[in-house]
DNA sequence: CTGAAAGCGCTTACAG
DNA sequence: CTGAAAGCGCTTACAG
């Protein structure tokens, strides 16, 4: 058997609750000498406590969740967005000594389920639709310190962590602008379910109106961020609409398969058309012609979530006012003049 | 306060060990009548159960642990083989009604640690040389299912899942040879200590030698997998080794970085000099020209994992023998005939 | 500075 | 088919 706090404590001729002052580090409620005697003994016996009775007893169980939506048979889609994150969330965590349980999400009921069965302390959602979140109260939730990514929820419930979704979308538009192009069409996801691509979209948007170009409804579209759905979507754009010289997409994935899909119909990129990503993720990199894209703070983005939620966890009562995240322009060789 | 198993009880007027029953569904000892009346209010209060409770009473947890080597100020790296059974094994988990621990390990201790303060039932062990398998024993690991993935270690303590790491390079090195290439290099990182890279350079020499290849050790170059250290040896072979028409890699991201290293000096993918990556990670398919690569079955070798765990779990006392996963190669664009 | 008691929410035998 | 008792390994007040 796995030696316990008692083991210790009769090892050492202490109570139960002197051997546990020193494993928490209690300093002042226990005198040096006996201290090291039973931090002795403890490394000796390779004491390990026990998580779950800890967790049992106290009201912290030094837990926290990373929630994401998921399919019921289908495997995790993790992008690599997500990657990012969930590394940076983990290793911050981990500093902390707390311990980090991944989890998809099928169904609604299994928020509550993962939060109250484990006693989290805490959860980032990753990913969820505003509505999803706003739909959260306190009877599901509990008292569990709530981190919504990427998420435009005003519930007071959830933490919010984001980038500058707005400023993203301006700077890339600004950017083809700027370059002298007039017809800039933008493509991303679920339009009416996700703050994140109407805020981008209402950046493009802005953006448009400051250079005095109008607004044309026919260059917007709704495409998956998928590498296959943005092939159809620049195959479509070159047949149907080949006025336009640029596009704003919400993904790096969907740009690098909106400019195969150009190609493919005979468009060159950028010579004929400019295509902007967003999110820098390693693959714009790789590809050829490397992607002109939107960069995030995706270690500021981690970061800032463990620190809103360590504050909650430390007794902030005040829901903090949701954190928005800068971002920047990453310059490749996607976006150039328009021809002519 | 969330509602306990007493609330339950109270309100079903029957004792907790019924209503703990219904919920386990150990259906044989409840009356169906008890057994809908107390379901009815378990739903009503929205009750679920604790887990720590349940793990600190109980032999199993439920929780299975996914332990990742990592630096200690450093965020996990997790590559794209890892994201994808990362993925794949929380839906397997979770189908079974586990839950997934994700863990950075910077010390040795840590892997103990992470077992031990959880109760965990299980854990995969990804990415971790085949000297520290080795060094596990059974004061340090209890009689937790382990598994580890991609490893060569002979320790019973954890049951082996991989590719058949032989094949996948004796495949690509044959399908060079059988083009008609002479000199064919081989790049990969760590060869003494971790036996995946060492199966595949084995599998590289063998095919050689049915070829009536003499094999040469300056073809050979330790290179980590990172598309910059790939860049750096592309350049390295083609300024230094440009007898060499074909080249043989552990991984993708290696890969797409020589064939960038060989453009750089001047040199064409395929026409000069052909490339085989390793693994068909996404973006295999992305980059220009697409990589030729070899595809492993990471669906198949996430569920062998689950299944060997929840196998011994079960308590498949003899250690079942390691399993290893097909492997086979995606012709696409970096292989072709050598000139001349 | 140290300890005895109660309790966290379950499950495991064991009775009836 | 149902229940009373003991215990899993800790922490939390509260005494001394």
Redesign the pocket.
Known sequence: ?????????AEA?????????V??GKQ????????DRIMRIVEDRG????A???S?????SRLVGLLVPAEDEASLTISPHTVEVIGMLERELRRLDYHLMLRGIAHRAEITEALRSWHLDGAVLLGFLDAEIDRLNVRTVGDVALVAMDCYSENPLALGVRSDDFGGAALATEHLAALGHRRIAFAGPGFSATGVVRRRFEGYRHVLGEHGIAYDPELVSAVEITRGDGVAYGRRLARERPDVTAVVTTADLLAIGTVEGLRAEGRSVPGDVSVIGYDDADIAAYVTPKLTTVAQDLPGKAAEAVRLMMGRLAGDARPAAATTLPVRLVERETAAPPRS
Chains 1, 2 share one sequence.
């Open positions: 058997m796995a030696v316990t706090l008692k083991d210790i404590a001729g202490v109570s139960l609750m002197t051997v546990s002052n494993v928490n002042a409620r226990v005198s040096a000498a006996t201290r004491y390990v406590p026990s779950s009775a800890r049992l007893a106290a009201k912290s």
